[in-house]
């Protein structure tokens, strides 16, 4: 996942996640109905949010769920998500 400020520790600053060709998401989208992805995001940011504060990364795993949150709003759009943005 790609968070907008590498400073997080997130996957835009970690190499196991530039290394691959396609991320995990990217491979849902293209089995996955639009309603299994936004359920999977969904489900990804309450996983982030109740577990924030109790791993010592709280602000980390909100920035986390955030982007959950703004690819569940993708995909009810339509939009594609783009994990390296």
């Known amino acids: 996942m790609i968070l907008e400020n590498p400073a997080t520790g997130a996957a835009a600053d970690q190499k196991h996640y530039q290394t691959a060709e396609k991320e995990p998401v990217e491979v849902m ?35 986390k769920a955030l982007q959950y949150m703004k690819w569940s709003v993708d995909v009810l759009h339509g939009v594609p998500i783009d994990p390296r943005k």
Not at 37 to 47: I, T
């Open 29 to 63: 989208q293209m089995y996955f109905t639009a309603q299994e992805l936004y359920g999977f995001c969904k489900g990804n940011a309450l996983k982030y949010i109740l577990r924030s504060r109790f791993k010592g990364t709280e602000l980390k795993d909100m920035e």
